[in-house]
């Protein structure tokens, strides 16, 4: 089984301000967290796979971030990993801080 879960959306950027967004400077729409099919991908179509991109790229430059879904990704690790997440920030700090490296690469 599959997720396309979709998350509760932040305040827009201008609520928070902080957008660097070019599109959000000139006042244009509202900056929304973009939902992105990604279905597509490997499927050998060359335009639906540069309209993808296209897509992350632009959500990427405008928002910060997006939303994948149909990305394939079996609903029993996505809930194994929010509960590994949640576990993590549930930890004291002493606990936490104890994961801490030098290299941010570990």
């Known amino acids: 089984?599959?997720?396309?879960?979709?998350?509760?959306?932040?305040?827009?950027?201008?609520?928070?301000?902080?957008?660097?967004?070019?599109r959000r400077a000139k006042g244009e729409a509202d900056a929304i967290v973009p939902v992105i099919d990604i279905g597509a991908l490997g499927g050998g179509d060359s335009e639906a796979e540069l309209a993808i991109a296209k897509k992350i790229g632009e959500a990427c430059e405008d928002v910060g971030f997006?939303?994948?879904?149909?990305?394939?990704?079996?609903k029993d690790v996505i809930d194994a990993v929010w509960e590994r997440t949640l576990a993590f920030f549930d930890l004291p700090l002493s606990e936490k801080l104890r994961l801490v490296t030098e290299d941010e690469a570990k």
């Open 1 to 22: 089984e599959m997720t396309d879960a979709v998350m509760a959306a932040p305040p827009p950027a201008a609520q928070r301000g902080r957008s660097r967004s070019p």
């Open 66 to 74: 997006f939303i994948v879904v149909n990305h394939g990704i079996p």
